[in-house]
């Protein structure tokens, strides 16, 4: 058999990789922007991690405001009115990034745009839990007394 010999010296080790690509801003913004967003369901918590979603970080003047995309208006009204502590909690995460967010913009009108791989919130394939199962249901095997029957009829007729 015959051996081919391997010449390592073409390669570029990873280090020299991605201190290439971290030197291009937009890049590293954009890989900040990713791990920020990482952090939303344990920030939101499990009642709001499938309905919301952090969808945009942009700079202003005053510091950065962060947009959060939400299945409907309740579940946006609903998290406005705990935008101070979600502010707080999402600034641990993000300070050590170099980044501070000082506001957050809550939108349902994105909503369908930032889960096109998820179904949207209470769609009609969710089970409902207090919604009994009727699907092996046959209603010719329900027996009623005479006054029953009776009963029905009346209401029916009035």
Same mark, same amino acid.
């Given at each position: 058999?015959?051996?081919?010999?391997?010449?390592?010296?073409?390669?570029?080790?990873?280090?020299?990789?991605?201190?290439?690509?971290?030197?291009?801003?937009?890049?590293?913004?954009?890989?900040?922007?990713?791990?920020?967003?990482?952090?939303?369901?344990?920030?939101?918590? &499990? +009642?709001?991690?499938? $309905? %919301? !979603?952090?969808? /945009?970080?942009?700079? @202003?003047?005053?510091?950065?405001?962060?947009?959060?995309?939400?299945?409907?208006?309740?579940?946006?009204?609903?998290?406005?009115?705990?935008?101070?502590?979600?502010? &707080? +909690?999402?600034?641990? $995460? %993000? !300070?050590?990034? /170099?980044?501070?967010? @000082?506001?957050?913009?809550?939108?349902?009108?994105?909503?369908?745009?930032?889960?096109?791989?998820?179904?949207?919130?209470?769609?009609?394939?969710?089970?409902?839990?207090? +919604?009994?199962?009727?699907?092996?249901?046959?209603?010719?095997?329900?027996?009623?007394?005479?006054?029953?029957?009776?009963?029905?009829?009346?209401?029916?007729?009035?």
């Amino acid at each position: 058999m015959d051996k081919k010999e391997i010449l390592y010296s073409d390669f570029n080790s990873v280090e020299n990789i991605l201190g290439a690509v971290m030197k291009n801003p937009k890049l590293k913004q954009g890989l900040k922007n990713a791990t920020i967003f990482k952090f939303w369901p344990k920030v939101a918590g &499990k +009642k709001f991690e499938k $309905y %919301s !979603k952090a969808n /945009g970080l942009t700079q @202003t003047p005053e510091g950065h405001v962060l947009t959060v995309a939400c299945a409907n208006a309740a579940v946006s009204s609903e998290l406005l009115m705990f935008k101070q502590d979600i502010l &707080k +909690k999402m600034n641990i $995460y %993000s !300070k050590p990034l /170099g980044v501070e967010i @000082t506001d957050i913009n809550f939108s349902h009108k994105i909503w369908s745009s930032t889960k096109n791989t998820q179904k949207a919130a209470f769609s009609i394939e969710e089970k409902n839990p207090y +919604k009994p199962d009727l699907s092996n249901f046959d209603p010719s095997k329900i027996e009623l007394d005479p006054l029953e029957v009776e009963a029905i009829k009346n209401s029916v007729d009035n």
